[in-house]
């Protein structure tokens, strides 16, 4: 796997989430990392995520709700893809919803990212987020017995993250 950073620099960690309980989740499964290059990637109200040691740049920046609609859906993606490319992450991870299937399928497809998809902890079900980007994530982590079932080859978390 290629990285777009230089040999020797730090790996870039690209977080994107909805806010709310899915930023809390996503806070919840990495606050203990000590990454130094974060972009968080939500929408409004733009809520960053909290670390243990302050990464040494944090931005957050907001895309479009894509709502099931296809035109605020395709301008999320145009967003994605843009903010995939300036930023240049080695890793994308998300807590899913909304703000997760663009990101994570574009950047999976389209530029090799390495992904990681925690399925929520709010439903004992599949979502349909989780559904949509199983079979692009590099690893899918699931917080209940009931996802492993539904999710092949998933990991799940010894206890919820809420």
């Known amino acids: 796997m290629w990285h777009w950073h230089r040999r020797g620099a730090d790996c870039r960690m690209m977080l994107v989430y909805n806010p709310g309980g899915h930023r809390r ?13 974060v972009l968080c990637v939500t929408f409004r109200p733009l809520q ?21 609609r296809a035109g605020r859906l395709l301008l999320n993606a145009l967003q994605s893809v843009f903010h995939i490319v300036a930023f240049r992450p080695c890793v994308i991870i998300t807590s899913g919803a909304d703000a997760a299937v663009a990101s994570v399928v574009l950047g999976k497809i389209l530029f090799r990212r390495r992904t990681l998809f925690i399925e929520s902890a709010g ?40």
């Not at 919840?28 to 990392?33: E, P, S, Y």
């Not at 995520?49 to 040494?56: C, D, G, K, V």
């Open 48 to 68: 960053g995520i909290r670390f243990q040691t302050e990464p040494a740049s944090l931005r957050t920046v907001g895309v479009t709700h894509p709502r099931r």
């Open 123 to 162: 439903t004992l079900g599949p979502t349909l987020a989780g559904r949509l980007c199983h079979r692009f994530a590099d690893l899918m982590v699931v917080q209940w017995p009931e996802q492993s079932a539904v999710y092949p080859g998933s990991r799940r978390l010894d206890a919820p993250l809420l």
């Open 25 to 37: 989740e996503l806070e919840m499964a990495v606050r203990d990392l000590a990454p130094s290059v």
